[in-house]
């Protein structure tokens, strides 16, 4: 099932209850395994807690470890940066699901990381019977 999202320039985006209502239904109470994809080669995945100050320190930590520079990519579209995030934060995550409700920690939510927007994002979500 799709997701999907309207972003700003750079963003975390807490996707828990999207992605909880999602997996409820697909998963009819089973328990199993969900997959969250995102399609583009600028955003990202994690879990993580979603505290705002957090949200803001993980973009300016990205950057920061990613410094803008002089990348070949850029002469193409200039966002060089956001792919090398996205390359080492990664492009999905896997959470657990138990009776048809996903399982995370207790500070715990899915984080969805815009590196290049504002843009329509698409996110993909699948649940596992396993």
């Known amino acids: 099932m799709m ?4 972003t700003k320039r750079r963003e975390v985006v807490d ?3 999207k992605v909880r209502k999602i997996v409820k239904d697909l998963s009819n109470g089973k ?21 705002e100050g957090l949200m803001d320190d993980i973009i300016n930590a990205l950057f920061s470890i990613v410094p803008k520079m002089e990348y070949k990519h850029n002469r193409i579209d200039n966002n060089a940066e956001a792919h090398i ?7 999905s995550v896997v959470v657990p699901v138990d009776n048809g409700e996903i399982v995370l920690g207790t500070w ?21 019977n396993i």
């Open 108 to 128: 715990q939510r899915i984080l969805f990381i815009e590196l290049d927007g504002p843009r329509k994002r698409k996110i993909h979500v699948k649940f596992l």
């Open 85 to 91: 995030i996205a390359s080492i934060v990664g492009n």
């Open 31 to 51: 328990s199993g395994i969900a997959v969250i994809f995102t399609y583009h080669t600028t955003t990202a995945l994690t879990v993580n807690e979603a505290e």
């Open 3 to 6: 997701l999907e999202l309207n």
């Open 15 to 17: 996707i828990t209850e």
